[in-house]
């Protein structure tokens, strides 16, 4: 991404487990930019993904699949 990730308001998934795989998206920048920012909430300051709007849908369809 070519924005500071840490700016942005990141929200948990509503599919993370409480101990296990957490994950945050920020959903204004992806309304803003069409962009979905995607990273691990374990690891706030690390790399965040820039995912398309069809691979995020792609995701979120995984994450129902499995759970």
Excluded: H, I
């Amino acid at each position: 991404m070519t924005t500071d990730s840490s700016s942005l308001f990141w929200v948990k998934s509503s599919y993370s487990s409480n101990g296990g795989s957490c994950v945050e998206w920020a959903p204004a920048y992806a309304s803003a930019y069409g962009v979905v920012p995607v990273r691990d909430s374990k690891d706030p300051e690390g790399p965040a993904l820039a995912l398309s709007v069809p691979a995020f849908a792609g995701l979120v369809r995984f994450a129902k699949s499995q759970g």
